[in-house]
């Protein structure tokens, strides 16, 4: 019953409880058939997409991203790759040198609205369409397309016979109208990176060589006489239906073992993996786990909403998509977890709440890296006391190297991927763990639970999450929001000194970064006693709740470099002054941060 009103509800959310009177977005819906001849590699297909234009625009033009042609030399990916000096090794030089057979290609014909062709241009991955009857707003519209492709000999992410040997990962496959919201369109080439895309509603049937076996995004649904499909001699027929999605992925094997479990409310996760006795225990093993992360999920952001979730081996390592994971399968038990943990959740951030991810990668891929963190710490029972250290010792180097560009740096535009990697995930995680330490861990979980409330099925942006956060936690955070993802502003503190007197302490600090925090001070006494003390920012107009035996010292302002207070030591001797014990906040200097009095 839950799942049948989360479904209800996912398919009605759009007109319903919007998070603001003049929040809008738009729809596609999209009916699709395709034919796939696996002798020759390539497919065709026919396509229609229903288009809902709910913004107060009238729309003159559109755009459709052509992905596969990004697998071709001479692209912006391929160009991309052998110019920027830390190419990604999956990439490298090799779109440079692909043969005809071996190239990426997605071409669309016949493209009509409302049954009247239109002319375009195609300009790499992008067919840029200039309407003569303009799109109104509230206007539903129909496009109708042709289209056919070659799958790329497998590359990045999409392609034919992976490193694994699956046969097909078929991911950014179809034509796929642009995403529009009020900062207009989001026509992005496809040079590596990211996606977005308007929530719809999907149905696909793929005719296949009948020896292949088909996972992918959306329910298999029951087609002729078979279960799923129809069969003749040379295809067979799958047929599945997403709602409220925003994607569609599949991959296809003649090897593939597929593999259920139950979870949740009559819900199903779905396994498909090769047949190879190098890997079925450990597929087999992983079955269980992703039960309990897909629980975890539920418990620390909000239900699962759709009736399934598939993990499938394919791709190039590990890449989600709508309802379903591709993931290289040949690893080490803790790497499959690790993977599996990390793709899962980003079934909530990214898939469910649906950011922008060229603009504000940080938001997907930074909070799936804190709360899949937090979930195989306790999934696997590693009970490690600090599970995102790796997070802040990278963004720690990071930093170092100089190679740092703020986090509203379009994810095409780093200069190096290393900087891009360490911004998006590392100092994405700490967004969320440091703000755990700046409005008190219980204010963040409620925090992350509301903005899935608010936002499900929803294009999200910084904003949106930083205002439900200052809502749940009644303080000010915008200077947060402000210095940690549009600068490269750094938190530095440091203990300046330490004076003792016979029945009393001074101690002065000093603000040597930019970027301003809230601190907790940590005095420990020769007789290993402690005393903790948090200085709030005045900047934030409150604090967070005081932790246990905590005692509360008065604000810091920002522009003040220096901050002293004194409090009573009753004759003990001090040992050592420390900032920040919980290590939650990512001063960029943790060697100043402590004082040891000698």
């Given at each position: 019953m839950?799942?049948?009103?989360?479904?209800i509800?996912?398919?009605?959310?759009i007109c319903?409880a919007q998070?603001?009177p003049s929040y809008?977005q738009?729809?596609?819906?999209?009916?699709?058939e395709?034919?796939?001849?696996?002798?020759?590699?390539q497919?065709?297909g026919?396509?229609e997409?229903k288009?809902?234009?709910?913004s107060?625009d009238t729309?003159?033009k559109?755009f459709?991203?052509?992905?596969?042609n990004?697998?071709?030399?001479g692209?912006e990916?391929?160009?991309?790759?052998?110019?920027i000096r830390?190419?990604?090794?999956?990439?490298g030089?090799?779109?440079?040198?692909?043969k005809?057979?071996?190239i990426?290609y997605l071409?669309?014909?016949n493209l009509?609205l409302n049954?009247?062709k239109?002319?375009?241009e195609v300009?790499?991955t992008?067919a840029?369409v200039?309407?003569?009857?303009?799109i109104?707003?509230?206007q539903?519209?129909?496009?109708?397309l042709?289209?056919?492709?070659?799958?790329p000999?497998?590359?990045?992410?999409?392609?034919?016979n992976n490193?694994e040997g699956?046969?097909y990962?078929?991911?950014?496959?179809f034509p796929?109208i642009a995403g529009?919201?009020?900062?207009g369109?989001?026509?992005?080439?496809?040079?590596?990176r990211?996606?977005f895309?308007?929530?719809?509603?999907y149905?696909?049937k793929i005719d296949?060589?009948p020896?292949?076996?088909v996972?992918?995004?959306?329910?298999?649904?029951p087609?002729g006489s078979?279960?799923?499909s129809?069969?003749?001699?040379?295809?067979?027929?799958?047929?599945f239906k997403?709602?409220?999605?925003h994607?569609f992925a599949?991959a296809?094997?003649p090897?593939?073992?597929h593999?259920?479990?139950?979870?949740?409310?009559?819900q199903?996760l779905?396994?498909?993996?090769?047949n190879?006795?190098k890997?079925?225990?450990?597929?087999k093993k992983l079955q269980p786990?992703?039960v309990a992360?897909m629980?975890?999920y539920?418990?620390?952001?909000?239900?699962?909403?759709?009736?399934q979730?598939?993990?499938?081996?394919g791709g190039?390592?590990?890449?989600?998509?709508?309802m379903?994971?591709l993931?290289?399968?040949?690893?080490?038990?803790?790497s499959?977890v690790g993977?599996?943990?990390?793709?899962m959740?980003?079934?909530?951030?990214?898939?469910?709440?649906a950011?922008?991810?060229a603009?504000?990668?940080?938001?997907?891929?930074?909070?799936t890296t804190?709360?899949?963190t937090?979930?195989e710490?306790e999934?696997?029972k590693?009970?490690?006391t600090?599970?995102?250290e790796?997070s802040y010792?990278?963004?720690?180097q990071l930093?170092?190297s100089?190679?740092?560009?703020?986090?509203t740096?379009?994810?095409?535009?780093?200069?190096y991927?290393?900087?891009?990697?360490v911004?998006?995930?590392?100092?994405?995680?700490i967004?969320?763990?440091q703000?755990?330490?700046i409005i008190?861990?219980?204010?963040?979980?409620?925090t992350?639970k509301?903005?899935?409330?608010?936002?499900k099925?929803k294009?999200?942006k910084p904003?949106?999450f930083i205002?439900?956060?200052e809502k749940?936690?009644?303080?000010?955070?915008?200077?947060?929001?402000?210095?940690w993802?549009?600068?490269t502003?750094?938190?530095?503190y440091a203990?300046d000194?330490?004076?003792q007197?016979?029945k009393?302490i001074?101690i002065?600090?000093v603000r040597?970064g930019?970027m301003?925090a809230p601190?907790t001070v940590?005095?420990?006494y020769?007789d290993?006693s402690?005393e903790?003390y948090l200085?709030?920012?005045?900047?934030m107009?409150?604090?967070?709740?005081?932790?246990?035996k905590e005692?509360?010292?008065?604000?810091?302002a920002w522009?003040?470099?220096t901050?002293?207070?004194?409090i009573?030591?009753?004759?003990r001797?001090?040992?050592?002054?420390?900032l920040n014990a919980?290590?939650k906040?990512?001063?960029?200097d943790i060697k100043n941060?402590?004082?040891e009095?000698k």
């Open positions: 839950r799942l049948c009103l989360l479904y509800l996912s398919i009605t959310s319903l998070p603001n809008w738009q729809q596609a819906d999209y009916t699709m395709v034919k796939v001849d696996v002798e020759k590699h497919y065709q026919k396509e997409i288009y809902t234009n709910n107060p729309l003159k559109v459709f991203h052509l992905y596969f990004a697998f071709q030399p692209s990916m391929d160009i991309r790759s052998l110019s830390d190419a990604d090794k999956r990439v030089d090799r779109i440079s040198k692909l005809p057979n071996e990426g071409e669309i014909d009509r049954g009247k239109l002319n375009f300009k790499g992008i840029e200039a309407l003569e009857e303009f109104l707003p509230n539903q519209v129909n496009f109708q042709d289209f056919k492709g070659q799958i000999k497998q590359i990045r992410r999409s392609g034919r490193s699956v046969a990962s078929m991911t950014q496959w796929k529009y919201d009020e900062r369109w989001h026509a992005n080439p496809y040079i590596g990211e996606f895309s308007p929530f719809g509603n149905d696909v296949i060589d020896s292949y076996i996972g992918g995004t959306g329910v298999l649904q087609f078979v279960q799923g129809t069969t003749n001699e040379n295809k067979k027929t799958w047929h997403g709602e409220n999605i994607d599949w296809a094997d090897d593939f073992i593999d259920t479990v139950a979870f949740g409310d009559n199903q779905h396994f498909y993996y090769q190879n006795p890997i079925i225990d450990n597929w786990v992703a992360l629980n975890y539920e418990t620390h952001i909000g239900p699962y909403p759709y009736p979730y598939s993990i499938i081996q190039d390592g590990g890449m989600e998509y709508a379903c994971t993931i290289t399968g040949e690893r080490k038990f803790e499959l993977v599996t943990a990390h793709e959740a980003h079934a909530w951030f990214q898939h469910i709440l950011t922008d991810e603009n504000h990668e940080w938001m997907d891929e930074g909070f804190y709360i899949s937090l979930a710490n999934v696997s590693t009970f490690n600090y599970p995102l790796g010792n990278g963004y720690r930093v170092a100089g190679a740092e560009q703020p986090q740096t379009h994810a095409d535009r780093y200069k991927n290393y900087a891009y990697g911004s998006a995930y590392s100092k994405g995680a967004f969320l763990s703000l755990g330490e008190g861990q219980e204010a963040l979980s409620k992350l509301q903005y899935y409330n608010q936002w099925f294009h999200p904003n949106d205002r439900v956060a749940v936690s009644g303080v000010e955070l915008d200077w947060y929001l402000q210095d993802t549009t600068t502003n750094t938190i530095d203990v000194s330490v004076t007197e016979k009393s001074k002065s600090l040597k930019l301003p601190l940590t005095i420990t020769a290993k402690t903790s200085i709030p920012l005045r900047i107009r409150g604090s967070r709740p005081l932790q246990p005692k509360l010292l008065p604000d810091w522009a003040y470099p901050y002293s207070f004194e009573p030591t009753k004759k001797k001090i040992k050592e002054v420390k919980s290590g906040i990512a001063d960029i941060d402590v004082f009095v």
